[in-house]
């Protein structure tokens, strides 16, 4: 196929990488450990951690859940906000053989159910904060191990005080009872006793299981293998290339929460590999907080969605930063909206660059440019050793023009190995090795692609994929209820919003029952912001739901 991008990437990028750089995730991470030894890997709360710190904790906190009679290929949920805790998690559950599953720790007992009984999970590690929802479904999963720790358990007496206010005065930890837990540090301690014992690796191991929300409404889990992983980490690396020196340090603002697949690979992997350093943000929304780690830290390269960058800039500490020492500011999970892009350049003087991808590919599968060359409202060209086409509905593929709109689909070595022991969904969504993206879009002349549309039923509330088959069954699950439909409605703050229609089967159904009902069911960012009843909704000859039809109501 042609490649008309080539001709257009930056300087010093390079058309393709190698996959089988390193075979294995753990084999990059551990040249990494000794290459910058001495340099620092994270920054929390006035925190540093050294590379050698964290190779020497992941080492042990390994060997620990060894020792715990953890298998090669057993998965491990990581529930945590940015905490220093993950990174050393993360990295010391791969070096033990272990199935990363990431999980955010705003899901409700239902969701996190769901995904550990899928993924049959065995053991977690689990902030205080959210351990009450894991008391309500421990019984019904394979857990056996569980790792208790704080937001402030590795920061010493500081770390005391941090506790205290959060459990005390702000009364974020709601009361459980968890048996046979072992803290976070303990785990850490216990792990010195024993060494990890060499297990068969291979670029095809899976190594996590990134659970994303489907068509069907059913959270899948991604698996993603060293190969995908090591591609990807290489592939974000190189695109980033021209802007430092070899042997520079970047220092880089991690607002985005690890658990999500863009903070995992561009923050977790790719920064770690050029011997950068991550200042974690425990809270985005906080955003007085962020911006003095700002002040204090410089960052050169700031990561997060268009709901943050929007939000620095309608807060008024905003223009009080030096914004001298930035070289990128990369936006990725959801659009970027052309105000926020323009705004965001007259006022920092670096641009917010766009990139695309998804869960399945790791994630990233286009970036735009980080010199002069960025295009506002495309996503940029394909990331090295990365084909992308525009095909019609019969899978042909289209020439460029705007003329020629179709589905996106990508092929490359970070796309997913498959969804976990679901074949049939891996079947639809990868068609002879191209991954079928769902999303709409066109390629220009020179290889800049530009989304036009968007999976016709998926809701993306900053950054996060809602979908409506979930909204739906969970709203079903209530007795007033008859029959309801979900759809995503613009929303300046967030992008979209959730909003629901409803046949009601009582009439005494009110709205604040339905939010009740949705908020110990949902996490918040799926939580319907409007709700409206209706005598009946609008459906096709068989009975199907138009879910377009409402949509289009609201434009």
């Not at 959210?130 to 019904?140: E, R, S, T």
């Not at 974020?172 to 060499?198: R, Y």
């Not at 991690?254 to 999500?260: E, K």
């Not at 409506?468 to 008859?482: G, Q, S, W």
Request: one cysteine or more; glycine letters at 8%; aromatic letters at 8%.
């Amino acid at each position: 196929m042609e490649k008309p991008w080539l001709q257009h990437y930056p300087a010093g990028v390079p058309a393709n990488i190698d996959p089988n750089a390193y075979p294995s995730v753990v084999d990059m991470l551990e040249e990494c450990f000794n290459r910058f030894s001495d340099r620092p890997a994270y920054y929390f709360m006035g925190k540093m951690l050294t590379f050698h710190q964290i190779d020497t904790m992941s080492l042990q906190f390994g060997a620990y859940l060894r020792s715990r009679g953890l298998e090669p290929g057993d998965r491990i949920a990581l529930m945590m906000p940015n905490i220093m805790q993950n990174p050393i998690a993360m990295f010391g559950a791969l070096r033990a053989g272990l199935v990363l599953v990431n999980t955010n720790p705003l899901y409700t007992p239902r969701e996190m159910r769901h995904q550990f009984v899928d993924a049959g999970v065995k053991a977690i590690v689990i902030a205080e904060n959210f351990a009450a929802n894991l008391q309500q479904v421990i019984g019904d999963t394979q857990i056996k191990t569980v790792i208790l720790t704080s937001i402030g358990e590795m920061l010493g007496l500081k770390g005391s005080i941090v506790n205290f206010v959060i459990r005390k005065v702000k009364k974020m930890v709601p009361k459980f009872h968890l048996p046979n837990t072992v803290s976070f540090t303990a785990a850490i301690k216990e792990g010195q006793k024993f060494t990890i014992q060499p297990f068969p690796s291979s670029p095809d191991d899976t190594i996590a299981l990134q659970y994303t929300g489907g068509t069907t409404g059913v959270s899948k889990g991604t698996m993603l293998t060293n190969r995908n992983l090591v591609a990807n980490m290489l592939q974000i690396r190189a695109w980033l290339a021209p802007l430092f020196k070899e042997g520079e340090q970047p220092i880089v603002l991690c607002p985005l929460p690890m658990y999500h697949i863009f903070s995992f690979t561009v923050n977790c992997l790719a920064f770690m590999n050029c011997g950068g350093s991550n200042v974690l943000i425990v809270n985005a929304r906080d955003l007085p907080a962020l911006i003095k780690d700002w002040k204090k830290h410089k960052p050169n390269i700031v990561t997060g969605v268009n709901t943050l960058f929007n939000g620095l800039l309608n807060h008024p500490q905003f223009d009080s930063i030096d914004f001298s020492s930035l070289r990128a500011c990369v936006g990725g999970a959801m659009a970027i909206q052309r105000s926020v892009a323009e705004r965001w350049q007259q006022r920092t003087g670096c641009q917010l660059t766009e990139g695309y991808g998804m869960t399945e590919s790791s994630p990233v599968l286009c970036v735009n440019p980080t010199d002069q060359s960025m295009r506002i409202g495309t996503i940029g060209m394909p990331v090295p050793s990365t084909d992308v086409r525009i095909v019609d509905d019969n899978g042909n593929p289209l020439p460029p023009g705007p003329d020629h709109v179709g589905e996106i689909q990508a092929r490359g070595p970070q796309i997913m190995k498959g969804y976990w022991q679901r074949p049939d969904a891996t079947a639809e969504t990868i068609k002879d090795g191209w991954l079928c993206t769902g999303d709409i879009g066109f390629m220009h002349p020179d290889g800049y692609f530009q989304i036009v549309d968007r999976k016709k039923d998926m809701i993306l509330v900053s950054g996060f994929n809602v979908y409506p088959n979930e909204i739906e069954d969970v709203l079903a699950m209530h007795p007033k209820i008859l029959e309801s439909a979900a759809v995503g409605i613009s929303d300046d703050k967030s992008g979209e919003v959730v909003k629901v229609f409803i046949v009601k089967k009582d009439a005494s159904l009110t709205v604040e029952e339905v939010l009740m009902h949705c908020r110990e069911n949902l996490t918040g960012y799926k939580v319907p912001k409007q709700v409206v009843f209706r005598e009946q909704l609008p459906k096709t000859n068989v009975g199907k739901i138009l879910r377009r039809e409402l949509r289009d109501e609201n434009h």
